[in-house]
């Protein structure tokens, strides 16, 4: 069964760097699919962050480029999420998922952490 | 930047009945660019359909997913006390950002 946990800090001062982990079990990531982050802000919806691909190329949100980087330890079976310079607008509940290749899917999705951005 | 938009906002509907919901894309996505989510309150959201019309594993056939170029629907025949949630349609084209909707909420009337 796999399964995906993101661990991280749950407070954070804006101008802080944000770093997340998403531990896989029940799948190696070298085997295959994308991986990526959502994150979804209190009471609102859906916003995809940005992925990375097997290759270990990555595509990000064009309103987070800049700020933003995943990658891959495969080592460890996790990849992360970098993100620079948080304000209040980066409070959300940040989710890691597994990525389907050539057809629209995120199959499985970790259960998420709430990340506070506040002085 | 494709944007998705959902229809209705709120569904209110009762147990057994039908529930259609719309994703209307800003431009043409392909085929298989289209997914259709689920999330119950305090959960994660859960894949339901891929590639606009594949249920994914574990999803019970009264789930259904159609649609072609700018126009998706997510189709429920008969509504379970548990399918009470928030819809969201997501495309997965050829550049990001992989826009989702706003969300269709289906309520309990």
């Known amino acids: 069964q796999v399964r995906l946990q993101e661990s991280g800090p749950g407070l954070m001062k804006p101008s802080e760097t944000l770093s997340l982990i998403c531990s896989v079990s029940?799948?190696?990531?070298?085997?295959?699919?994308?991986w990526g982050w959502i994150r979804q802000p209190p009471g609102e919806g859906l916003e995809w962050v940005g992925s990375?691909?097997?290759?270990?190329?990555?595509e990000y949100s064009p309103s987070l480029k800049g700020r933003i980087t995943i990658s891959v330890d495969r080592s460890n079976n996790q990849f992360s999420l970098e993100l620079r310079s948080v304000t209040a607008a980066d409070t959300a509940t940040y989710y890691c998922v597994r990525i389907l290749i050539g057809v629209a899917g995120l199959d499985h999705w970790g259960q998420g952490i709430l990340v506070t951005v506040s002085s | 930047e494709i944007v998705l938009t959902q229809s209705p906002a709120t569904l209110s509907l009762s147990p057994g009945d039908r529930a259609t919901l719309s994703c209307r894309a800003s431009q043409i996505i392909g085929i298989n660019s289209l997914a259709w989510y689920q999330q119950r309150p305090g959960q994660a959201p859960r894949l339901l359909i891929f590639?606009?019309?594949s249920r994914a594993t574990g999803i019970p056939d009264r789930f259904s997913g159609s649609g072609s170029g700018t126009d998706f629907t997510l189709t429920i025949t008969r509504l379970e006390p548990e399918d009470f949630a928030v819809y969201y349609c997501q495309q997965y084209g050829f550049s990001p950002p992989y826009t989702f909707g706003q969300g269709t909420k289906v309520e309990i009337k």
């Open positions: 590639g606009a019309a």
């Open positions: 029940g799948y190696s990531i070298s085997e295959g699919y994308d």
């Open positions: 990375i691909s097997q290759s270990g190329d990555s």
